[in-house]
Structures are given as C-alpha cells and as structure tokens.
C-alpha cells in the first residue's frame, strides 16, 4: 500500500480488501521502537492447561480454570461450527466485544510468516483508523505471549513509537492465536477511554478467547483444504490411478496446462460389433451394460498405473506414460492388455450364468 512518513516513523497503509473499508484503515508503523508493555502472559503448555481435580488444592486456580472453561464454552456456542473463515472472524471479534471493554479489534493471520490484517472492527461501527506497533507484533511473535500494554507516554522507551502516540491510544491487548505451538495469527484489541483500561484478568480473559479461537480458525482452514482436497480428488480419480490421485493432491504432482512433450505408450479397446448390438437392444441396457464394462476395464487400467485418457462410445482410450514418464511404459501397457482379456473372461461367465451373451474385445 502508500506510505508516508511523519517524524521519524513510517507508516505503511495495507490494503488487502478494497470492499473492506476497515482493512484499508489498518496501519502498521514498521519503525516502531519497543513498547512499553505492563504485562507478559506466556501461553501455558497445552498438557498443563487444565490439571485434575485432585491436584488442585488452591482455589485461586480452580476459579480461573472455570473462567477458562466458560469463555471457551461462551465462545463455542457463538461460532458453532462455522468454517467460512471470514464470518467466523467477524463472530471471534464481536464475542470478544461482548467479554471485554475494548472500543476496536483486529485479526491478523499468518501469510508466508508475516501477519497480515483479515478482520477490523469497530464496537459501534465507526470507519476509524487502526494503528499497530510493530515492536507489539513482533513481541507476540517471537515469544508468542500475550501482551498488555500502556500508554506511550509513560515511559522513556516509547519516545520514538509515533505508531502508538499519535492516536491517542491508552491500552492495548495484543495475544498469538496459538494451535499446538504454531502461530496461526495474531489478535489485538485497543481501548481509547483511559490510561490502563485493561487489568491482568482482562489480558487472561482475552488469552483464553485467543486458545479457543485458535482451535475454530483451525478446523476452519482444515475444512476448507479437505473440501479443495476432495474437489481435486474428484476431478482426477477418473483418469489417474489411485496412487497418482494422491500426489496430485498433496502437492507432489503438478499437471501442466499447456502439457509437456514426452513419450508415451497408447493402449485403445472396442467392444467387437457394438453398433449392431446398440440397434438391438434397449438403451438402459446399453448403458448398464456400458458402466459395468468400463467400471472393471478401468480397475484393470488402474492396477497398471495407466492414465484414462478417454471414453470414445465403446471405446477406451489409455496412456502410460504420461502425465508422468513410466519406465517399461510399452510393458506395461500390453500386461494390462492381457489382464483386460482376463478380467473380461470373467466377466463373460457370469454374463453367460445369467442367460445373456458374451462380450467381445
């Protein structure tokens, strides 16, 4: 986005959304010195999160394992099972609205390890300018606590962090959204009523939101790469072989659109007089008969690793070789031939055991 400098410091305007009016709002001032932070929360190990119930003798910490489990509870029920990312931003910022006296909030999520701003709003609304300090960020992420912050002109050290002085803003919350010790983002509320609107219990409250909502942004990401997984899986399993399905969707094997010069081996089948026998009999039969003869020819394909190319009518078009080079592909290619012979022997018998005719190749 535009830059411009004021002082010292510049600030970079990130544009990510032109229909979002709040995203081109986000500011991030890259020449931020350290800010002065109140309060560090380290994320607690997750197989220490909770202890059993015997081993809590402090009632302190029974207290604030339950505000956990409530906020979690709280938050769960206000998302569901929403995995639009997006509209499951938006209900983590407004949830967290409801929990905390915070006036703004922004979710910044993780892209090629640099966070980038997805969601910004507003308690009431408004179209206001949002600004982070990139030495909060950086906190967040290089010791992935939750940080609590004053305002700047308590101390020395935020002299030159104009990010923060030149709007004004008293105290912030900035936590990493954290599922299994990997940062998946990070999250931040602000609040412009007062120097230290944010207390300890304010800054647990909102690192517990930021665990739970960790988890939903996950499974939302997990579900959306199972549905491009299965979109890509049904697109190819009708022409690949199983194995070769699987690298495609994992990565390993990338198709090229404009295709590529190789050698390959073609292998074509036709069913013997399949036009007379088309004229002869009813159409559901055809195609009945049809499925089932290219159902098992292509299992046959498959087993070969040979690629369908094709159905031309009766016909079956096939390569190996391609899309990826097979050694030994003419091999192959006349093995799955004569298993086709086979597997087509069987399927004559029981053709013949239930009264009808044999099939030719």
Known sequence: GDEITLGSTTIRYVDLDPSDSMLQKVTISPS?????????????????????????????????????????????RSIGLEVNLDVLLEKIIMKAFELIPADRGVILLMEDGVPMPRI???????????????????????NKAAVLSSDATMDSRFSSAQSVIMQGIRSTMTVPLLHHDVLLGIMHL??????????????????????????????SNLARQIEQDAKT??????????????????????LEKGGALSEVTMLFSDIRGFT??????????????LNEYFELMVDVLFKYEGTLDKFVGDE?????GAPVSMPKA?????????DMMKAMSEFNRLRVSEGQEEIRV
């Open 32 to 76: 931020a010195t350290e800010t002065l932070i109140r309060q560090r929360l380290k994320a607690p190990p997750t197989s220490h999160e909770f202890q059993p119930e015997r081993d809590i003798f402090d009632s302190e910490v029974l207290r604030r394992d339950y505000e956990k489990l409530r906020l979690a509870h709280e938050l769960g």
């Open 120 to 142: 910004a709003k507003t308690r009431h609304g408004k179209n206001e300018q949002i600004v982070l300090s990139t030495s909060i960020l950086n906190e967040v992420m290089q």
């Open 190 to 219: 602000d609040s412009m009523i007062a120097t230290n609107a944010f207390v300890e219990k304010d800054l647990q409250i909102f690192a517990s939101i930021a665990s739970q909502a960790a988890v939903a942004i996950h499974n």
């Open 233 to 254: 899986r049904v697109q190819f399993q009708r022409l690949l072989s199983p194995n070769l399905v699987d690298q495609v969707v994992k990565g390993k094997l990338q």
């Open 276 to 289: 007379s026998m088309s004229e002869s009999r009813a159409p559901q039969e055809i195609v009945r008969l």
């Open 316 to 320: 079956i078009v096939a390569l190996f």
């Open 330 to 338: 003419e091999l192959k290619a006349v093995q799955c031939a004569l």
